[in-house]
């Protein structure tokens, strides 16, 4: 018997000059999970792509079950028995879970057969693999843990023998992510073969049997997950050693910088987001707000930094009032003291299509150093944009190179050296590592908390629980709109986890 | 790697592609001709012996090739900013008023160079006016401009018919069209400019409009990549949301881009009604908004790019007019269809070579160098 489920041989593949899989070689036991991991550009998404058949390797051959296999279309992965659940979920919001699993394997123009046939067959399958989903359900009506298990099923429902799971706990709660690995246990218990690509070590250590890392579009290692450490995995992926820990003392809050009272924001097709929010933000202090995304997060730092109208509510800057349900306009903020890393750096943080140097001004490009008049004093910007290249480390170390060419850390570092040389009192910061790689994260952790101990309020949010834990001094948790408690960042996960899926809590309600 | 395609070198992406695309137009207009039972060869020798062969043909190619500069540059201004304005047409037709009004109050007193600089201020501020309109609505009530600047194209087709026929018709004229320009009223014709290289320019109507379409192509060029209006409209264009973050207030900018690109549509108008019939005609603009479309499209919304562009459409019109003197099979619509087909291919197909040519030279990158990861950490 054959117990090697996928075999890649010098699997090749260029993007132009751009070298994203180089000769890649691969095992895969039968009936295990496989960990793929690596920084962001490392090659693992193009790798799973060329397996599902979205794209084809330059050179190289993949063997499906010892066999080689051609794989030019998703339709022939399909038929060779490889499934995928992709990060943002591919199914028809507005249709049924019967429906969209049925989408594309309807059999014939009649559905009714099909739909008979494609019910028993889905009992068959929940039954079997204790994936419970009420089938007439719509999908916009499911909360998104089970969204994904919808797209497991439907994978499932077309004989998948193999899974790709792309990033699968981006946007689960720890609870829905706990879920999903007891799911996949009981996957390889029925011998499927789960590959499982993420940057989460922790992941990578609790739940797979092997483990493959990529560096630089090259697999530099396998190892067996019960071998190794999350700490030589890190190294590894970097190809040098990583501090994991933050390296921080204890917080020395002062005065008062940012204070919320009673915000309550809509988003714009009137839905309230956020409702009747009031907290504090500290000089020296990180006031961390976790929750899953889509709770409101993204609205609260817009209506604070200008962005978005809030309904109702008060925002106080340095002790002064922000108009915030009226006239407050991003550009009065910054020159008042607030810095906003916003959560969406390539559509909102940066223009990528402008070169790094006129990004490195974007917002402040009304300060007059960095004009002549009415014209843009091209040299100072540049100098100022080379400056900042420098003390961040961005690379490659071009002022004049289209934004879009820089990696999403490099990119964030723009972002970052933007905002915080400007000496703000307050800074804002979404999501400051989401799609940057190992190294740079440790970075940017490391300014976060610069920024605190020069006496800066920082407020935070961010969906990576572990990184409001490592830099909050104080942690709020974000559920609905609402903030549902507050913790210190040493609280057990467990407990977060449980507000951040909205339970209610006990000191809170006794009130 | 998630850029599917990877950059070219700049000589094949401004340069090789829009040639081959280019080629193809001409080689599926020559089916065309040849379906009509004409020779395609002796059609591409007329177009070119026609727009380039001699003085007076060159003259004619620059003449128009001036109304596109201005058209396209006005394209390609509200381009910047992301919006699609293809009123140019409306805009241009309106702007004549601003330039024959002065010309009618001041060319018995006045010489020309008075009276050019306020028929160009006229026309920039009739032409500023006619789509800051649509841009107002746009940024105040979300009525797209695509709307209703083709709604202002034919608001002022009937209001220019009603000035025409009813307010600045002569008494007793039979056209509907202004009197004749006194002296005052007429642009100098730039034939010194082709006879320094020893061309004469016979009767073509070549007018210093032609020297202030190459001073507003370099002014666009200066207002968007060198100042800070410039920076806030490209902003604006390449993503809202990085404008909203920036503080960039997105309303105030969309009636000023608006603004601007109405007025350069407006310029146009000086060139066939000061420069050439020196009198105000039904319908002077004839096509010219439109073609900017394609001009804009083609020279990528670039000063330097719109200009060759501009030469390219002011040659399918003088060679296209010659084709069809000589050869009575094609009409003047099929020299339509030729247009069309530029169009098509250089604009609305723009994208459709460039996979295969990215292959292309990726095989040719790839084999020889390896170069490793760019930007990686």
Redesign the interface.
Known sequence: MNDIAIELKGIDK???????NKNINMRVRKGTIHGIIG?N???K??LMSILYGFYQA?AGDIFVDGRKTVIKDPNAAIAAGIGMVHQHFMLVENFTVLENIMLGAEESQVLNAGITKARDELRRLEQEYELEVDPDAVIEELPVGLQQRVEILKALYRGAEILILDEPTGVLTPAEADHLFRILEQLKSQGKTILLITHKLREIMAVTDEVSVMR??EMVATRTTAETSVEELAELM?GRHVLLQVDKGPATPGDVLLSVENLSVRDGRGVAMVKNVSFDVRAGEIVGIAGVAGNGQSELLQAI???RRAVSGKVLLQGEPIHVTGTA??????HRGLA?V?E?RQ????????DES?NSI??Y??DPKY?NG???N?DAIRKDATDKIEKYDI??PNPRLKT????G??QQKIVLAREMERDPAVLVIGQPTRGV?V??IEFIHKRIIEMRDAGKAVLLVSVELDEIRSLSDRVLVMFDGRIVGERAPDAGEGELGLLMAGVEDSKEAAQ | MSVPYAKLPAWVDYGLIPLINLIVAFLVAGLVVLAVGESPLRAASLLIEGAFGYGEGIGFTLYYATNFIFTGLAVAVAFHCGLFNIGGEGQAYVAGLGVALPCLWLDQFAPWYIVFPAAILGAAMVGGFWAMIPGWLQAKRGSHVVITTIMFNFIASSLMVYVLVDVLKPAGSMAPQTRAFADGGQLPRLDWLLASVGLDIGGAPFNLSFLLALVAAFVVWVVIWRTKLGYEIRTMGHSPTAAAYAGIRQSRIIVITMMMSGALAGMMALNPIMGDQHRMQLDFVSGAGFVGIAVALMGRSHPAGIIPAAILFGMLYQGGAEISFEMPQISRDMITIIQGLVILFAGALENMFRPAITAFFATLGGSGSDKPLPAAE
């Open positions: 260029k993007f132009g000059l751009v070298h994203a920084e550009g490392a090659g998404s193009t330059g630089r579009g970097v930094s200008g962005i306009d991003p550009s009065e903020l910054r906003h916003p969406d559509h909102m943080g940066l223009v990528l299509k402008f006129e974007l917002g490009h009304d004009l009415m014209f843009l091209i690379r490659p879009a060419n820089f990696s850390g490099n790689d190294g740079a």
